[in-house]
């Protein structure tokens, strides 16, 4: 695949085609970069039973209390009309708001993803969690010269620098319905050495405007009109602030709004930065997450290097609780270890910087 990209940009060069540009706009295609993989679960993360999903009983609900066999609370069904389906927004974060029942959205959410050309590597009803595996946005290929004359015949061998990956949480609300998260996550294709010979993938911001577009086209697929979604997804930015601080010698990051928006706001960063969200408690406001110590000395394979090698020894993952704890209209968001300790550690001070980039 590398080898072929690299002759088209030299019959390119060598024709002078000033079409061999990406495209500019909007425009969406995107296309799996391969076959879907089946969900690698931790041995540390217990399998919830798909027959108990979205089972939420009244007070603290966490994931792994969803098979405590209570019975599921009655959720009056929303007809499908224009009025159920909003969107909410903080900063450069949306989600969705709708007032259906998560076992109704379910399957109209997978048959979107699919629709928009991805496959899913995730597919877990029990936690409320979907995510698409990596997938290029073909839109992004250049049209020249090349590929109009000759079409597919050599279609397969273009190839774009970026490649991208969508996660979906469901979460039931306190009303009945259901809240809807997108997150993004993203690797660009760059050289790694001065002859230019090699290339490596890595990690590239998120995309709230790419996140917003998904969020309204399942605002469309949801029956929502386009140009209503459009003006929904369109509207104004709500402001607000937030901060690293210190509190007792720990790290945190102090939000300036009250706990239900910075629950929403911290569990879409979590999503974004690519932790491992094993439960939450939102009547505790803990996320138990999973995070991988960076290691600065590891050499990071090619994206298709990944795909078809072996299987290395992995790094373990080590435990910790993100706490929110709110008093009015600010909220402070502070690293606990696994058993509840308020960490100050190294770690720490990179998962609060983390978070609060991201809320920025």
């Known amino acids: 695949m590398q080898s072929a990209k690299f002759g088209v940009m030299a019959i390119c060069a060598a024709l002078s085609l000033s079409a061999c540009t990406v495209l500019e706009g909007d425009k969406i295609d995107y296309k799996s970069a391969g076959k879907g993989v089946g969900l690698e679960v931790p041995p540390d993360l217990t399998q919830l039973s798909r027959d108990s999903r979205y089972n939420v009983p009244g007070g603290a609900v966490t994931a792994s209390n969803f098979q405590v066999g209570q019975a599921a609370p009655t959720v009056p069904t929303a007809a499908s009309t224009l009025g159920d389906v909003r969107i909410e927004r903080a900063g450069n974060q949306r989600w969705l708001v709708v007032n259906r029942s998560a076992d109704q959205l379910w399957g109209p ?15 877990q ?16 290929i250049p049209q020249d010269f090349i590929r109009n004359t000759l079409g597919k ?12 990956r969508f996660r979906t949480r469901l979460e039931r609300s306190a009303s009945g319905g259901t809240e809807i998260y997108i997150s993004h996550r993203g690797l660009i294709e760059v050289y790694n050495n001065t002859q230019k010979d090699q290339t490596v993938w890595q990690p590239r911001p998120a995309d709230p405007e790419l996140e917003a ?5 399942l605002m469309v697929k949801l029956g929502v009109p386009q140009e209503q979604s459009k003006a929904l997804v369109a509207s104004g930015a709500a402001k607000s ?9 720990t790290p945190v990051v102090q939000i ?3 706990f239900d928006r910075a629950w929403r706001r911290v569990g879409l960063a979590l999503d974004r930065t690519g932790f491992t969200v094993e439960d939450r408690d939102r009547a505790q406001g803990t996320y138990f997450v999973r995070y991988v110590e960076p290691n600065p000395d590891k050499k990071e394979k090619g994206f298709f290097a990944k795909l078809f090698s072996g299987s290395e020894k992995a790094v373990p993952p080590l435990k910790y ?39 920025k």
């Not at 959410?109 to 995730?122: H, P, Y």
């Not at 015949?153 to 991208?164: G, M």
């Open 109 to 123: 959410v997978r048959d979107f993803w699919q629709e928009n050309g991805f496959l899913l590597a995730m597919d």
């Open 256 to 258: 300036d709004e009250g």
């Open 153 to 164: 015949l050599i279609d397969s061998v273009y190839s774009t620098s970026e490649r991208d």
């Open 241 to 249: 602030t937030s901060r690293i601080a210190s509190v007792d010698n």
């Open 213 to 217: 577009e998904f969020l309204r086209r």
């Open 125 to 140: 009803a029990s936690l409320g969690i979907m995510e698409t595996d990596w997938a290029e946005n073909r839109a992004k």
């Open 321 to 359: 609780r993100i706490n929110l704890k709110s008093q009015g209209e600010s909220t402070t968001v502070s690293v606990l270890n696994a058993s509840g300790t308020p960490e100050s550690s190294a770690n720490a001070q990179r998962i609060v910087q983390v978070i609060a980039d991201d809320l």
